[in-house]
Structures are given as C-alpha cells and as structure tokens.
C-alpha cells in the first residue's frame, strides 16, 4: 500500500508544473505583433491606413469614433510623441471629411462661428484623448 501512497504523491507534484511553462508564451504573442507594427514601416502604414480608414466610419456614426480613431492610430505609431501627431492628422482628416460632406453649404461656415469653434475643437481634441492609449500601451 505505501507503493500507491507514493505514485499518487509524485502524479500530483509534477501536474501542477506544466501549466506554469506553458501560459507564458500566449501572453507575450499581441505585443510582439504590435512591436512589428510598429518597426516595420510598410506595416505601419497599412495599420495605420486601416485605423484611419475605420475610426472615421465610426466617427461618421458617433462621436465616440474620434477618440477610437486617435487611439488606433496612435497604437500602430513607433513613439509616443508621433502618435500624438497620428491622432492630430486624423482630425483634421475629419474636418477635411466634414468639410466635405457639407458641399456648396461650405459656404457659410464663417458665419457660424460658435458653432465652428466647438466642431473644431472637437475634431482635434477627441483624437488626441484617444492618443492616450499610446502611453498606456
């Protein structure tokens, strides 16, 4: 009976050391991903093209899209100071995009000051409180 007492003992103490060297290298897997991004100039651009391209549809539907579009775009940035120049560009990609979309009504913007000021502001500012995320991640 001490020869089960034993094989039991030992099952048990070498079950619990292989899920320990197991779990490590999944969690390192998104970051090196996103460390390719960032060094590889081609992938970048494509990532970054990508993040523009989505947080402006999302910002076409909510405002809550430009804070997503500043964060996306600054994530794929190589530094943290150039992922705050990524979010400024995609503001005013989505001031060019309102611009636009108003048409001939361009117009008479200048005569709706207020109103221009908060759209500004918002387009350059709810990108860079997206860039955030750059300095967290």
């Known amino acids: 009976m001490s020869d089960d007492g034993d094989g039991e003992g030992s099952a048990s103490s070498s079950a619990s050391s292989p899920p320990a060297a197991s779990s490590s290298p999944a969690a390192s897997a998104p970051s090196t991903a996103l460390t390719r991004v960032r060094r590889e100039p081609r992938r970048r651009l ?22 997503a579009a500043g964060a996306a775009a600054s994530l794929v940035a190589p530094t943290a100071r150039r992922g705050v120049a990524y979010a400024l560009g995609v503001g005013v990609l989505a001031l060019v995009a309102f611009a636009v979309s108003l048409g001939p009504a361009a117009g008479v913007l200048p005569g709706m000051r207020p109103v221009i000021y908060v759209a500004v502001a918002a387009a350059l500012g709810l990108p860079l409180l997206g860039s955030l995320a750059r300095w967290v991640i």
């Open 46 to 67: 494509v990532a970054l093209a990508v993040a523009v391209a989505v947080g402006l549809a999302l910002a076409s539907v909510h405002w809550l899209g430009l804070v």
